[in-house]
Each structure stands twice: as C-alpha cells, then as structure tokens.
C-alpha cells in the first residue's frame, strides 16, 4: 500500500486493566522473591471500591496478598477517595487455592507440558530505537508522560486513569506524520476543560510526538473525574 494509517493505544498505571495487570505482577514477584520454584496463577479484576484476586498457586512461601494489593494501589496513585479509588478502603477479596492436579501432572514431569496454550504474533521493525512501531512506542509515551506529569505535581489536577491514542501515516510502508492523537485522562472536578486541553497538549502531546505533528494533525481530548 502506497498510503496508510496505524493506529495504537496505551493506558496510564491507574487504567483498571492496568491496575489489574500490576497487581497480579506483584504477587507473582511477592512470591518468585523467596521461592523462585513457585508455580503462579493468578488473575484480578477491580471495579468501583473493590478488587477480587483469584488463582491457583504453589509455593512454599506466604505472602500477605491483602497488603501486596493495598501496596500496589497506593503505588499507583489512588490514595485519596476522592477519586473514586482508595488503597486503604477498597475492599479485597481474595480466593487463592493450591494448583490444580490435573495441571500438576502436565507440568511436572521430565518433559513438561503447557499449563495453558495460546497464540501470539510480533514483529521487530527499525522505525524505532525501541524496534517497535511507531504509533504503539507514541502511545506508550504519551501514558507514561502523563503519569510523570501528574506524579512530579507539574499538572496537580490530573488523576492515575487515562489512556491515549496514535494514529500515524505511512507512505511506501514508512511513517512520515501523525493523523491524530487522543488523549484521556481522569482529573479533578474543578479545573476547566479549556486548561486541561491546553496542558496536555503544550506539555504532554507536544514534547512527545514533537516532529511527527503537523497543522493537519487532529487533537481529541476526553477528560473526566469521577464524582463521589
């Protein structure tokens, strides 16, 4: 194709399927730290003021998965209520029992089996000196900028959830412009619209996507803040 668009997304550390991710990496790394034997399965899901932590595990080691949890969340950023999330409050409900036998028998053993199977496709390409394609490294970016904006008090407003979109043109198969750019981020209730726009545009957007923006790039905000 002579001309096309790629378009990529990422979430900030506050995102829910974010927060599920690190708190599940926690664990397993709470666990790994004294017994690297261990055998870990574990998934999260988290809504509104509560978050259920479930799996199977064996190991020879405890680890208090209430206090990993609460750790995490409040490494994240959710320690206040107001925002909807709150590291000390949230409830935690945890349903963790010993590996199952049946998985045992495929994993122990001289050659071992798959517990689970799936199916997974990537690419390495030179568009980046991460090897990744440009829109997704953007993305990224553009996450992480905004929790280092919002950690280091340069835009006091903003709140851990958010996410960002890049869509970037290609000619002959080579990026040459960025089509658009979403960004969302959850904030506090009192600050204008038109401010936010603006920061996360001058100090976000810009110093990341830099060369890559044009006149015609397109900048779609989607701001909110969860009332409590």
Same mark, same amino acid.
């Given at each position: ?47 509104? &003021?509560?978050?259920? $932590?479930?799996? /199977? ?5 405890? *680890?208090?998965?209430?206090? !990993? #949890?609460?750790? %995490? ?88 959830? &958010?996410?960002?979109? $890049?869509?970037? /043109? ?5 990026? *040459?412009?960025?089509?658009? !750019? #979403?960004?969302? %981020? ?43």
């Amino acid at each position: 194709m002579k001309k096309y668009f790629f378009t990529s997304e990422s979430v900030t550390e506050g995102h829910p399927d974010k927060m599920c991710d690190q708190i599940s990496d926690a664990l397993l790394d709470a666990i790994y730290k004294d017994d690297p034997n261990a055998r870990v399965a574990i998934e999260c899901l988290t809504k509104t &003021g509560f978050v259920v $932590v479930a799996g /199977e595990v064996t190991t020879s080691t405890y *680890v208090d998965v209430q206090k !990993v #949890v609460r750790d %995490t969340i409040r490494e994240i950023g959710y320690d206040n209520h107001e925002y909807g999330f709150e590291a000390d409050s949230a409830g935690v409900l945890v349903s963790i029992s010993e590996q199952s036998p049946d998985i045992a028998m495929g994993v122990v053993k001289e050659e071992p089996g798959a517990g689970d199977q799936g199916l997974m496709f990537g690419y390495a390409t030179n568009e980046t000196p991460e090897y990744l394609p440009l829109p997704i490294v953007l993305a990224h970016k553009l996450t992480m900028r905004l929790a280092e904006a919002r950690k280091k008090g340069e835009l006091w407003y903003l709140r851990p959830d &958010g996410k960002s979109q $890049v869509t970037v /043109e290609y000619h002959e198969g080579k990026p *040459v412009r960025i089509e658009a !750019v #979403v960004v969302s %981020t959850q904030h506090h209730p009192d600050v204008q619209l038109e401010t936010i726009r603006k920061d996360v545009i001058d100090k976000i957007v810009k110093p990341v996507c830099g060369k890559w923006l044009d006149d015609n790039t397109f900048f779609q905000e989607g701001f909110f803040y969860i009332a409590v």
